[in-house]
């Protein structure tokens, strides 16, 4: 990365906010933090003009039905065509939207009045004679049928009548009248037998009378809405081409605006400072030395810079997959190794020994195809060469979909006399070789840590840490002792071993003073000496037992190993010896998925946890450069345009 100043007048600010986000390599960062004394900056706070119109723009757009994109743009428009465009539209939507919105309330409600009456239907009265009458009360509502049978109790009383219309499974709907005096007696009784009453709109004729005209009614409004819809459909119609250059345009100053607010002002000037890929720097000075009236400056980054460079990974097409579990873990600080490369190289080849079988991996190597092209999933891109690492390891196995010999006949061919290592008959060297692989890579992880360590100028830390040189000499004599001991091949003799382990430790458990003094560490000096030898002991202690368990960790590789061919042979087993051919395929369904899944996490969590614990701290922050799509469209319209013409010109 380098570091990037522009300092202009105020009125060129625009300018070069433009030609940045247009570049789409600038990373703006706040220019106040960059300097030690502010006095006589100030931040650039400005309401931003272009916000409440994007935003009316947006919300009338949605109301009509439309969708925004960005656009290109044959013309450019001033502020105040931009305002008066968002004004007419937005108003003219709302106004058609309103007209829709009424009908569609006026609709729903003539819905519910004919749900209303319709359950009247049947009953030979006029509604509105019988609603203003001053002696009796009228309730319509609907009672249970089974109380419809109860009212032959009460014959003896005159006022205890019901009128039933329209009846259902359950209802009878209708209606009873009562005097003014008697009214509250009925109610009662009626409240009894659990009716309940439904409080109808006032309206002129009989219940059928009413039906009818509430069915024409509805779909009179009914067309008068669909009309209306139509209105507004056809209206963004005509305008959705325009409303999409407006809207694209006013994105594009509402984003270059909201860069400013990084920027610094001094009296009638403006310093505006960020980040850049170094490769792009060419471009960006092409670019700049269109603006007049500015002048602008690029730095390497330096210890003392108060912001720390963002981030941008940089990694070969068949690594960059794995830069999702780098991310996962959190990016590399500026200059700190990037570990994309070496755990694409490692997590794949571990996947491949874990789930080692050549017809499962060609599976998953065609599912991570599948879900990359079609869901542009980022683990399906990591399980393009995670599947095709596990069909080489199954080849070694000579395992394809559990079948142990199917692929004799290709190793007769090849010369050899049988498959190159059988899983079952060799577990104690599938553990021994699992180890064998956690001492290598827990040793590169510490060589790695000694090569960051020097690239940062940390050489105590280098040397004398437990990741560091001595650390290395720790574990690799441990690892040569233990290897002595259990009657594999002698190294170098014990007392050597032991000398050099001795010596290590030591040097490990004074190891704050060294490295303190020589990384000029101001407070190397400890402040107790009884703490500083009791908290170092258990550090020892603790280094120790880290060697330990992160190495024999490793035993879980060969030991997936294992339970993936014991897995197979259940399969097979409940299959009848591969006869069952529908068991067998779902066997290796079942295999595949929950196989795959837990060698998948297993092989991320020793990457993390026995690995990148050695030699990486992360917390770096992503390159973010300030553009808008609507910029990176246009620059990749114009470069296929150009390739499009490079074409025809070599055609003709």
């Not at 594009?252 to 960020?274: M, P, Q, T």
């Not at 407070?523 to 000496?529: A, C, L, N, T, V």
């Not at 299959?575 to 079942?590: E, L, R, W």
Request: glycine letters at 8%.
């Amino acid at each position: 990365m380098k570091l990037v100043s522009i300092i202009g007048h105020m009125q060129n600010l625009d300018a070069v906010v433009r030609v940045c986000g247009s570049c789409g390599v600038f990373q703006p960062d706040d220019a106040l933090t960059f300097f030690s004394d502010t006095s006589g900056f100030a931040a650039i706070k400005e309401d931003n003009p272009y916000a409440d119109p994007l935003s009316r723009l947006e919300a009338a757009a949605g109301r009509a039905g439309g969708t925004l994109a960005l656009t290109d743009l044959p013309e450019t428009l001033s502020d105040q065509e931009l305002a008066d465009y968002v004004q007419d539209f937005s108003s003219t939507v709302a106004e058609l939207s309103r007209q829709r919105t009424d009908l569609a309330a006026r609709q729903e409600s003539l819905s519910k009045d004919l749900e209303q009456f319709e359950h009247f239907r049947g009953l030979d009265i006029e509604l509105e004679d019988i609603l203003s009458c001053k002696t009796i009360k009228v309730r319509f509502g609907r009672l249970p049928k089974e109380s419809f049978e109860k009212l032959k109790a009460y014959n003896d009383n005159p006022y205890v009548l019901f009128f039933p219309g329209v009846t259902d499974a359950e209802y009878y709907w209708g209606v009873y009248f009562a005097p003014m005096e008697a009214a509250a007696e009925v109610d009662r009784i009626f409240s009894s037998l659990y009716f309940e009453r439904l409080r109808i709109p006032s309206a002129v004729g009989t219940p059928d009378e009413i039906v009818e005209n509430l069915k024409k009614e509805l779909e009179r409004v009914a067309l008068d809405t669909a009309e209306a819809q139509k209105k507004l459909a056809d209206y963004w119609q005509s305008e959705a081409s325009r409303c999409q250059q407006v809207y694209s345009q006013l994105k594009e100053l509402d984003y270059y605006f909201s860069v400013r607010r990084y920027a610094a002002r001094y009296n009638d000037k403006f310093i505006l400072a960020g980040w850049l890929p170094h490769r792009e720097e060419k471009a960006l000075r092409a670019a700049l030395d269109k603006v007049d009236g500015i002048e602008y400056s690029f730095e390497q980054p330096s210890s003392d810079t108060h912001h720390v460079p963002p981030v941008k990974l940089r990694n070969c097409r068949l690594f960059r997959p794995f830069e999702f579990f780098v991310d996962m873990y959190g990016l590399p600080r500026y200059n700190e190794i990037d570990p994309t490369a070496f755990v694409a190289i490692t997590y794949t080849i571990l996947f491949g020994i874990m789930f080692g079988d050549l017809g499962q991996g060609l599976v998953l190597f065609l599912l991570g195809i599948l879900g990359w092209k079609i869901k542009k999933m980022p683990l399906a891109r990591i399980l393009i060469p995670c599947g095709l690492s596990s069909a080489v390891f199954g080849f070694v196995f000579g395992s394809v979909f559990g079948y142990e010999d199917m692929l004799d006949p290709v190793y007769h061919a090849l010369g050899m006399a049988s498959k190159p290592l059988s899983v079952m008959d060799s577990i104690n060297t599938v553990l021994i070789v699992a180890i064998g692989i956690g001492v290598v890579l827990v040793v590169t992880a510490m060589l790695l840590n000694v090569i960051s360590c020097l690239k940062h100028k940390k050489i105590g830390e280098a040397i004398f840490s437990n990741n560091g040189l001595v650390g290395i000499l720790f574990y690799l004599a441990g690892v040569a002792f233990c290897v002595a001991f259990m009657n594999g091949p002698q190294v170098l003799p014990n007392s050597v071993l032991f000398s050099v382990m001795g010596v290590c430790a030591v040097l490990l458990y004074i190891k704050e003073i060294p490295i303190g003094i020589i990384d000029k560490h101001p407070d190397w000096k400890p402040d107790s000496i009884v703490d500083f030898l009791l908290q170092n002991l258990f550090e020892l202690i603790e280094y120790v037992l880290s060697y330990f368990s992160n190495t024999v960790s490793f035993l879980r590789v060969g030991a997936f190993v294992i339970v993936h061919a014991s897995m197979m042979m259940v399969v097979f087993t409940l299959g009848g010896d591969g006869s069952n051919i529908p068991v067998i395929i779902i066997g290796n369904i079942i295999v595949i998925a929950l196989e795959g899944l837990l060698s998948g996490i297993q092989g991320l969590r020793l990457e993390f946890y026995e690995m990148f614990s050695r030699f990486y701290e992360g917390g770096g922050r992503a390159f973010t450069p300030a553009k808008l799509e609507q910029a990176q469209t246009n620059l990749k319209t114009k470069i296929a345009g150009k390739k499009a013409k490079k074409a025809l010109a070599n055609k003709d």
